[in-house]
């Protein structure tokens, strides 16, 4: 268990290194800084609300993870079976798993990071008013976790092809499924002819439903084990993909 526990540290240690080896880590984290100010500050109105909380920051969230964290995912694998690396990684003494594991983690930390370098945001709230900290404490942890799961779709797509923008496509009409799902326009689709616990399972695949009960301040069981549960087969089936691929 100790010996498995360390090769995912191992790799994670490798990939999160391997993004601030090149400039790629600190332009996404500039464009992902930007993007998300101007969405505030402008698109937002986070001053004109004259309402000392976070709603506009974090509302724009999922759309922002949509374009953003497929962008991170689709290297995770594509690059590494174009460039032939991946025999060189899957020759060392550690399973597909805890590659995919590994490869996960580094990348969930470090949109991790670039989420934790808002906190101006946070800091000028506090300075303008006296927002509910608890709630946009809960809204950080909600956002993080809808990111974990882009990123484990990402990492799924990307294992498919060898090619970046075909994993980045993918992922991309994947994750915006997954946001849609939720929304009255779609299940107006489904209303009349559809069974209500078909209707009912679709929305219940919505990001944006679990997102939206967390960023207001509740943390439900139901919403954590959503996440959970997302990241966990997205990885089991990238898992798989690349078994497939290694037998081939």
Same mark, same amino acid.
């Given at each position: 268990?100790?010996?498995?526990?360390?090769?995912?540290?191992?790799?994670?240690?490798?990939?999160?290194?391997?993004?601030?080896?090149?400039? *790629?880590?600190?332009?996404?984290? *500039?464009?992902?800084?930007?993007?998300?100010?101007?969405?505030? $500050?402008?698109?937002?109105?986070?001053?004109?609300?004259?309402?000392?909380?976070?709603?506009?920051?974090?509302? $724009?969230?999922?759309? +922002?993870?949509?374009?953003? *964290?497929?962008?991170?995912?689709?290297?995770?694998?594509?690059?590494?079976?174009?460039?032939?690396?991946?025999?060189?990684?899957?020759?060392?003494?550690?399973?597909?798993? !805890?590659?995919?594991?590994?490869?996960?983690?580094?990348?969930?930390?470090?949109?991790?990071?670039?989420?934790?370098?808002?906190?101006? /945001?946070?800091?000028? /709230?506090?300075? +303008?008013?006296?927002?509910?900290?608890?709630?946009?404490?809960?809204?950080?942890?909600?956002?993080?976790?809808?990111?974990?799961? $882009?990123?484990?779709?990402?990492?799924?797509?990307?294992?498919?092809?060898?090619? !970046?923008?075909?994993?980045?496509?993918?992922? /991309?009409?994947?994750?915006?499924?997954?946001?849609?799902?939720?929304?009255? %326009? /779609?299940?107006?689709? $489904?209303?009349?002819?559809?069974?209500?616990?078909?209707?009912?399972?679709?929305?219940?695949?919505?990001?944006?439903?679990?997102?939206?009960?967390?960023?207001?301040?509740?943390?439900?069981?139901?919403?954590?084990?959503?996440?959970?549960?997302?990241? *966990?087969?997205?990885?089991?089936?990238?898992?798989?993909?690349?078994? %497939?691929?290694?037998?081939?």
């Amino acid at each position: 268990m100790s010996n498995a526990f360390s090769s995912v540290i191992n790799v994670t240690r490798r990939e999160l290194s391997g993004y601030f080896s090149t400039p *790629v880590a600190w332009v996404f984290i *500039v464009i992902f800084l930007v993007m998300a100010g101007v969405f505030t $500050f402008y698109i937002g109105n986070l001053y004109a609300r004259g309402i000392a909380d976070l709603d506009p920051f974090f509302q $724009f969230h999922p759309w +922002l993870y949509l374009f953003l *964290v497929p962008a991170i995912g689709m290297r995770l694998w594509a690059e590494e079976r174009r460039s032939g690396t991946i025999e060189l990684l899957l020759t060392l003494p550690l399973t597909i798993w !805890q590659a995919v594991l590994g490869k996960f983690l580094a990348a969930w930390l470090f949109v991790g990071l670039a989420l934790l370098l808002t906190f101006p /945001v946070w800091l000028t /709230v506090n300075y +303008l008013g006296n927002p509910d900290n608890g709630v946009i404490l809960a809204a950080y942890i909600g956002s993080w976790l809808m990111a974990g799961g $882009f990123l484990a779709i990402g990492s799924c797509m990307s294992a498919l092809t060898r090619n !970046q923008v075909v994993a980045f496509i993918l992922a /991309v009409v994947v994750c915006f499924g997954f946001l849609l799902s939720g929304l009255p %326009m /779609v299940m107006d689709l $489904f209303t009349g002819w559809a069974p209500q616990s078909l209707i009912d399972a679709i929305a219940g695949f919505s990001f944006l439903a679990h997102f939206s009960t967390i960023s207001r301040g509740v943390i439900d069981l139901r919403d954590l084990v959503y996440f959970a549960l997302v990241i *966990v087969v997205w990885l089991v089936a990238n898992t798989i993909i690349l078994e %497939m691929k290694k037998a081939d």
